[in-house]
T-cell receptor
Framework: NAGVTQTPKFRILKIGQSMTLQCTQDMNHNYMYWYRQDPGMGLKLIYY???????DKGEVPNGYNVSRSTTEDFPLRLELAAPSQTSVYFC??????????????????FGEGSRLTVL | QKEVEQDPGPLSVPEGAIVSLNCTYSNSAFQYFMWYRQYSRKGPELLMYTYSSGNKEDGRFTAQVDKSSKYISLFIRDSQPSDSATYLCAMRGNSGGSNYKLTFGKGTLLTVNP
């Protein structure tokens, strides 16, 4: 059982380049999220989606874009990469509230992360 | 005031010690409280979850929520080197936009020394 799969695991970008972080889940979860994690700063929400075709901004959306054309996939696009976007990016998914997901209600299932360095 | 405050540590304890990890929060709409464990270079995974106030026990782990004080705790008994990880508290509301999004603390880095 794959769960949430992120690619690539590591990437080095030059300033001004663009790239897409891929995220796919095979649990048929409606909700999907993108977080970034910087040392000592916890998880900051970039964008989230409550279903195919519906996305919304989180706390730190500037410099990023997302799309959700299918239930399974939620790619994160970085346009004009900047050093401030050096971070570890995590994709997560969860079932709708009220449906048991693992051991709790509204549990987030995370991918392994994508480490991005912008030089 | 940040919505969720968590002491980032680091916290270093000997094997067998009782560990106490804590978070405070300011949003009274939060109803669901969770603790995630994150090993180095891995994604977070759910460790404990509690709805509203009260205690919940799972093996060596106990989660406590005191909504009147806006304070949550995670206790680890008989700590093991395998418990060495970053522990993140997280919480969310029960309706509207707050239902969709978890708010995380910064995480506490715990090291249990053999």
């Amino acid at each position: 059982n794959a769960g949430v799969t992120q690619t690539p695991k590591f990437r080095i970008l030059k300033i001004g380049q663009s790239m897409t972080l891929q995220c796919t889940q095979d649990m048929n979860h409606n909700y999907m999220y993108w977080y970034r994690q910087d040392p000592g700063m916890g998880l900051k929400l970039i964008y989230y989606s409550v279903g195919a075709g519906i996305t919304d901004k989180g706390e730190v959306p500037n410099g990023y874009n997302v799309s959700r054309s299918t239930t399974e996939d939620f790619p994160l696009r970085l346009e004009l990469a900047a050093p401030s976007q050096t971070s570890v990016y995590f994709c997560a998914s969860r079932p709708p509230t009220g449906l048991a997901g693992g051991r709790g209600t509204g549990e987030l299932f995370f991918g392994e992360g994508s480490r991005l360095t912008v030089l | 005031q940040k919505e969720v405050e968590q002491d980032p540590g680091p916290l270093s304890v000997p094997e067998g010690a009782i560990v106490s990890l804590n978070c405070t929060y300011s949003n009274s709409a939060f109803q669901y409280f969770m603790w995630y464990r994150q090993y180095s270079r891995k994604g977070p995974e759910l460790l404990m979850y509690t709805y509203s106030s009260g205690n919940k026990e799972d093996g060596r782990f106990t989660a406590q929520v005191d909504k009147s004080s806006k304070y949550i705790s995670l206790f680890i008994r008989d700590s093991q080197p395998s418990d060495s990880a970053t522990y993140l508290c997280a919480m969310r509301g029960n309706s509207g936009g707050s239902n969709y999004k978890l708010t995380f603390g910064k995480g506490t880095l715990l090291t249990v020394n053999p």
